[in-house]
């Protein structure tokens, strides 16, 4: 079992910077891929950001390419989005999910979520 919490959302100007955090808990949340999505009033949840178990291995949506990091601490069962040159494109419900396995941005092949942290960017 792996609990997740994510924090670190709030309100930005564009061109700003956030980082938000996902804090795990539970045997094997540093075995596990995590991946940060986000779901933007109306539209879908897509993922944004991907990170194997040993941060060895991320991934990104095309959309945050060379704006946004995604890194992990294991030591501190921590997940980590930088996010840089914020625009109100940007501007949505932050989640972290974690799935035992490879990659996969299937929203149904993550077992593990949070309740979501919210990113508002302002023209």
């Known amino acids: 079992q792996v609990q997740l919490e994510e924090s670190g959302g709030g309100l930005v100007q564009a061109g700003g910077s956030l980082r938000l955090s996902c804090a795990g808990s539970?045997?094997?949340?540093?075995?596990?891929?995590v991946s940060w999505f986000r779901q933007a009033p109306g539209k879908e949840r897509e993922i944004v950001a991907t990170i194997s178990w040993s941060g060895s291995n991320t991934d990104y949506a095309d959309s945050v390419k060379g704006r946004f990091t995604i890194s992990r601490d294991n030591a501190k069962n921590t997940v980590y989005l930088q996010m840089n040159s914020l625009s109100p494109e940007d501007t949505a419900v932050y989640y972290c999910?974690?799935?035992?396995?490879?990659?996969?941005?299937?929203?149904?092949?993550?077992?593990?979520w949070g309740r979501g942290t919210q990113v508002i960017v302002s023209a």
């Open positions: 999910a974690a799935r035992i396995g490879p990659y996969s941005g299937r929203i149904n092949e993550y077992a593990y």
């Open positions: 539970g045997r094997t949340f540093s075995g596990s891929r």
